[in-house]
């Protein structure tokens, strides 16, 4: 990749921006109640994370595939007086994506704490699988015949001939990426706001129904009812919040493989949009995978967190089977993947949930049933048994790798603040 | 002038603003697989495009190709959404690598073209068909007729080709 792709090449904002709150409502199917209250409570609550007001946000920020509420109406629900909003579409792929345009915007004294939230029904009102007939009745137009003129339709389906290609090239087995769903499905019964908490063994994977080849029922995420937000503000500005700031690194926003419209005409198609993301991710981080404690990798399907944590180098090209399977992602093991659970158990946001979870981690301070402290803490065992800790020790540094489609994708370096 | 026609119970409707989609989907209803081919580079290119993804010249000309390819990768869905396809499932979604322009313009390239598996008729693939292909499978194109002047391209296995003895398919 040439030298100019390196954006930030001076790196002047390594290291000057952080997240400083997080919230979220519960993981629910059947919130009972629209997006706009979706997402005015998990901002709410974000801020009063960060032991701010209302007065303190002058920023708003979302991402939908128009299923969701606007900036305005949220932020006017909470007295939040703008100098900047924006409604952006899109779904996976767009937190890392916001979070680098709210460091934008800030440094271009356009506004100072951003808050960035996603709010959806997202088994109550716009199913993201498509069940329920969305769409389905729509005449064909001429790219629709492309599409659902073939039955072709879902993000799974959409998907597939990817995964299945890395298995063909790779001789990626269906054992080995049903423990993705395994190792995020014991992370989620450490967490008590997982919407499935149960943990389950690859022979429950592949014995679950066969939704589209290569996904089984339990290769797919779950699909769930939620606001989650999260305040991105200076690093100065960081320093008088509540908790200690998990520090942006680097930032990498929607970066595509050639042909984002139709990326299967370009290249082999086993290998994601990571592969060139990696080349602005790591350097502007001025770290590397070997550096980086715990990931969020985007767990849409097991194959997703697989393919995307090898074309970003935590292993060699063509092993992410090997990789998912060795127990290097396991709580206990030695970098963690989507300790929450992620979007195969805890809930689907579109990926902000992922990086809500490597805050906390970030913190020390991660909301499972450890007994809390006179100092207000939690006092974490770091047994990892079912029902136990789910916060990893000395966590530093974290690394969430966004998902939108195998050409799409973001990603973001965080650092524990001093 | 717009496209008509009907498709498993599903309305189509080609506006006539979308001159790329008329003009490719008028070639199938006449029974030819044609993609654009750039004026300048002289690349041709899948799905219809307004522009040259490799030079960016707008003009390009519709050439026609030879309609045989190997199966590059699938998906198999037994789960459909949309309630038209669930009496067919188990059904394809193919990714057909055309015989033209193989590694071309760069290793790796391809002109791949989506779609589903059919028979030698145009209709959706039995179970036992489906069974029978996987990567490495030689395909051809078939026309199915969706309205007056307009027909879906989709794949039937290439009977006159040496096909591979085990194509690759899902362990199951």
Not at chain 1, 55 to 78: P, Q
Not at chain 1, 216 to 239: K, P, Y
Request: net charge negative; glycine share 12%; hydrophobic share 35%.
């Amino acid at each position: 990749m040439s030298d100019d792709i390196d954006a930030t090449a001076a790196k002047h904002l390594r290291g000057k921006y952080a997240v400083v709150g997080v919230g979220e409502t519960g993981y629910v199917r059947g919130s009972g109640c629209t997006t706009r209250t979706l997402g005015t409570r998990a901002v709410r609550s974000a801020i009063e994370d960060a032991g701010l007001t209302s007065a303190d946000v002058d920023g708003v920020l979302s991402y939908s595939n128009n299923d969701s509420t606007f900036s305005t109406l949220v932020a006017g629900d909470l007295g939040i007086r703008l100098n900047f909003y924006m409604d952006v579409y899109g779904g996976g792929s767009s937190t890392e994506a916001l979070i680098g345009i709210a460091m934008g915007v800030i440094e271009a004294g356009m506004c100072k704490t951003v808050a960035i939230y996603r709010a959806m029904n997202g088994y109550s009102q716009v199913r993201i699988g498509g069940t329920g007939g969305r769409g389905t009745k729509a005449p064909l137009s001429g790219g629709g015949l492309f599409s659902r003129g073939y039955g072709l339709m879902s993000a799974g389906q959409m998907f597939s001939q990817s995964f299945m290609r890395h298995m063909y090239d790779y001789g990626t087995t269906p054992e080995q990426v049903a423990m993705v769903k395994v190792v995020h499905s014991e992370h989620a019964s450490n967490n008590p706001k997982a919407y499935y908490q149960k943990r389950v063994s690859v022979d429950d994977v592949l014995s679950s129904r066969m939704i589209c080849k290569p996904l089984h029922l339990l290769d797919c995420c779950v699909e769930t009812d939620n606001g989650t937000a999260i305040i991105v503000t200076s690093i100065d500005r960081a320093r008088d919040c509540r908790h200690t700031p998990a520090v942006i690194q680097s930032v990498v926003g929607r970066c595509s493989k050639p042909r984002a419209d139709n990326h299967y005409q370009s290249g082999p198609i086993s290998t994601v949009a990571g592969h060139y993301a990696k080349e602005i991710l790591w350097p502007n981080a001025g770290l590397g995978p070997e550096d980086v404690d715990i990931t969020g990798s985007y767990d849409a399907f097991t194959f997703t967190t697989m393919m995307q944590l090898e074309d970003y180098g935590f292993c060699a090209k063509g092993e992410g089977g090997d990789y998912v399977s060795s127990g290097i992602t396991r709580l206990g093991g030695a970098r963690p993947n989507n300790t929450s659970g992620g979007h195969l158990c805890e809930g689907y946001t579109h990926g902000i949930n992922m990086v809500i979870e490597n805050v906390r981690q970030l913190r020390g301070d991660v909301d499972d049933s450890c007994p809390i402290g006179s100092d207000g803490r939690r006092q974490h065992t770091y047994d990892y048994s079912e029902g136990g800790c789910r916060q990893v020790k000395d966590c530093e540094v974290s690394a969430n790798l966004g998902w939108a489609t195998p050409g799409t994708g973001s990603a973001m370096v965080m650092a524990k603040g001093g | 002038m717009a496209l008509e026609g009907e498709y498993l119970d599903m309305a189509v409707y080609v506006d006539d603003l979308d001159q790329e989609n008329l003009e490719f989907y008028s070639f199938c209803g006449n029974g030819e697989l044609r993609l654009q081919q750039c004026s300048s580079c002289g690349l041709k290119r899948y799905p219809p495009t307004t522009a040259c993804p490799w030079c960016a010249n707008p003009e390009s000309s519709w050439e026609p190709v030879a309609g045989r390819g190997t199966l590059y990768s699938y998906g198999e869905v037994h789960h459909a959404i949309q309630p038209v396809f669930r009496q067919f499932a188990p059904y394809m979604l193919l990714l057909v690598e055309l015989d033209e322009q193989r590694d071309h313009p760069a290793p790796y390239d391809g002109l791949r073209l989506t779609g589903n598996l059919a028979t030698a008729d145009g209709d959706l693939a039995p179970p036992e068909l489906v069974e029978r292909v996987g990567i490495g499978s030689r395909l051809k194109v078939v026309f199915k007729s969706i309205g007056e002047g307009i027909a879906l391209p989709l794949w039937c296995l290439d009977e006159d080709a040496e096909q591979p003895a085990k194509p690759w398919r899902y362990p199951s």
